[in-house]
Nanobody, 125 residues
Framework: QVQLVESGGGLVQAGGSLRISCAVS????????MGWFRQAPGKERLFVAY????????LYDDSVKGRFTISRDNAKNTVYLQMYSLKPEDTAVYYCAADYLGVSDGKQVKTYEHWGQGTQVTVSS
């Protein structure tokens, strides 16, 4: 059974930076494409970023393009989301998700079989 555990969230001022991590256990990370999603209170869960099994394909939502960077370290079974120039509208619970063998485009919630519990990111103005 795959388990995903996010960490690194917190409170940051607008314009600041934060790196959140997703540690994967139970299966080797290299078999999974990984995504980051976020969900603000009362809103749906939205796509943020995607990285393919070997990191050769990376996608971002337009709202974070140029500010966020997704990466993975298969040897450490960890996926990262580095966030720069944070804005109050980035405030949300951030979730990582795993898609076995990464057969889809990675932008849809229904694509992913496994989810973490989320980590709160709050950006103050």
């Amino acid at each position: 059974q795959v388990q995903l555990v996010e960490s690194g969230g917190g409170l940051v001022q607008a314009g600041g930076s934060l790196r959140i991590s997703c540690a994967v256990s139970g299966r080797t990370l290299s078999r999974y494409a990984m995504g980051w999603f976020r969900q603000a209170p009362g809103k749906e869960r939205l796509f943020v970023a995607y990285i393919s099994l070997n990191g050769g394909k990376i996608l971002y939502d337009d709202s974070v393009k140029g500010r966020f960077t997704i990466s993975r370290d298969n040897a450490k079974n960890t996926v990262y989301l580095q966030m720069y120039s944070l804005k109050p509208e980035d405030t949300a619970v951030y979730y990582c998700a795993a898609d076995y063998l990464g057969v889809s485009d990675g932008k849809q919630v229904k694509t992913y079989e496994h989810w973490g519990q989320g980590t709160q990111v709050t950006v103050s103005s």
